[in-house]
């Protein structure tokens, strides 16, 4: 069981908006930056959000961040069918001394 | 072009050790913390270990502590996790990540991975 508590699947239309929460504690994500990752099947996971709400180059600005108190959110807004994948919310734990996963979020695009 | 190429997976017996390796090239390895990260067969992501530039300080997930250890060669841009006492449990893909920064934990580049399978 992850510390870094996210819904295990979302789904919506595509053209629509997604927002994905991340639920943590005052020893990770209220104290440290939040990382959200996609991990698309057969590939890799990259780097999509980092620093709450800071995007990568070349990740489209469809995707964003946010992080307040001891949680966060990755919305996706514009939903493409490539959207469908895993996405998970990372974040350092100052107790633990160690960087967390949450459990991941399966994105269905309908 | 960063590249990061994990080696050195495979099969293993239980209790057996086995020996990973990453090679890095097209940054100046040695300025960046290092990673290992997996994923057993259907479940999330898991951080393992962490690597600081000049190997002066290390971090464990409990799951991995006192059977795992992390280091790097910055003269041959490697970085390595040399794994034993291995469980089934330990099954997963590995792979290896370079750290942004040395204030965040953002990992911005991934190995493919190395399948890891621990089984009689």
């Known amino acids: 069981q992850s510390v870094l508590t996210q819904p295990p699947s979302a789904s919506e239309t595509p053209g629509q908006r997604v927002t994905i929460s991340c639920s943590g504690s005052s020893s990770n994500i209220g104290s440290n930056y939040v990382y959200w990752y996609q991990d698309l099947p057969g590939t890799a996971p990259k780097l999509l959000i980092y620093k709450n709400a800071q995007r990568p180059s070349g990740v489209p600005d469809r995707f964003s961040g946010s992080k307040s108190g001891t949680s966060a959110s990755l919305a996706i807004s514009g939903l493409r069918s490539e959207d469908e994948a895993d996405y998970y919310c990372a974040a350092w734990d100052d107790s633990l001394s160690g960087l967390l996963f949450g459990g991941g979020t399966k994105l269905t695009v309908l | 072009e960063v590249q990061l190429v994990e080696s050195g997976g495979g099969l293993i017996q239980p209790g057996g050790s086995l020996r990973l390796s990453c090679a890095a090239s097209?940054?100046?390895?040695?300025?960046?913390?290092m990673t290992w990260v997996r994923q057993a067969p259907g479940k999330g992501l898991e951080w393992l270990s962490y690597i600081s530039g000049s190997s002066s300080t290390i971090y464990y997930a409990d799951s991995v502590k006192g059977r795992f250890t992390i280091s790097r060669d910055n003269a041959k841009n490697s970085l390595y996790l040399q794994m034993n006492s291995l469980r089934a449990e330990d099954t997963a893909i590995y792979y290896c990540?370079?750290?942004?920064?040395?204030?965040?934990?953002?990992?911005?580049?991934w190995g493919q991975g190395i399948l890891v399978t621990v089984s009689s």
């Open positions: 097209g940054f100046t390895f040695s300025t960046y913390p």
């Open positions: 990540a370079r750290v942004s920064t040395i204030l965040t934990v953002d990992l911005d580049y």
